[in-house]
């Protein structure tokens, strides 16, 4: 018999726990399920008890934690659900406090050639440069965790419509000379575009008690 000692304490890795450990957590009905659990909780206590310190949290969270955080949590929910209108305005918020410059051209184009209330009804001064846009952004989502939840996404939805005009008007000028930056902003219209109606849709939904 050997006399080499037996290491009886030596830690076996199963393939279920591996398994589990791995992959459990990317199930889709379980990421589905965090989405929808995580943004009811979040809107409901902080709309219930609004401190300032926390709304304050909130409205940095992305320059604290940066925007992986917020999509490991609702990049994936549909459109027209609560998780998937965090999403959205937190990524409107990060697509002005990345280029507010550029977004501040964009709105005020927009408000140029856009023909409707939007622009009033986004609330932007006028005229709107890059720190009144961030300020904009804010307030909106400000008021996604403080004031009428609709009303603040009827914001965000006009807010998309007056820069999907802009970014529409402004591809028009590159047309010709560059083609590469024209697609560019045909692309971010066409997307601006498309969350003006998802953000339209969930306002009615919250009317209704009917975004979850």
């Known amino acids: 018999m050997s006399d080499e000692p037996r290491d009886y304490h030596r830690p076996v890795h199963r393939p279920a726990d591996t398994f589990d450990r791995r992959f459990g957590s990317t199930d889709p009905a379980d990421v589905s399920r965090i989405a929808h659990a995580t943004a009811s909780a979040l809107i409901t206590r902080v709309r219930d008890e609004p401190t300032d310190a926390v709304v304050e949290r909130l409205i940095t969270f992305t320059d604290a934690h940066g925007l992986e955080t917020v999509a490991e949590l609702w990049s994936h929910s549909p459109a027209k659900s609560l998780p998937g209108t965090l999403w959205r305005l937190y990524l409107l918020q990060l697509m002005v406090r990345d280029d507010a410059a550029t977004a501040a051209l964009l709105y005020e184009r927009g408000r140029t050639v856009l023909h409707s209330v939007d622009d009033v009804v986004a609330g932007a001064p006028t005229p709107a440069g890059p720190e009144e ?80």
């Open 133 to 212: 846009l961030i300020t904009l952004v804010d307030e909106i989502l400000r008021g996604v965790f403080t004031g009428d939840f609709a009303v603040a996404l009827e914001r965000a939805a006009s807010f998309c419509r007056v820069e999907a005009a802009g970014a529409a008007d402004l591809a028009d000028d590159y047309d010709d000379t560059e083609p590469n930056r024209a697609s560019t902003f045909t692309t971010r219209a066409l997307r601006l575009d498309t969350y003006a109606g998802d953000l339209t849709a969930c306002a009615g939904l919250w009317r209704r008690d009917a975004l979850t």
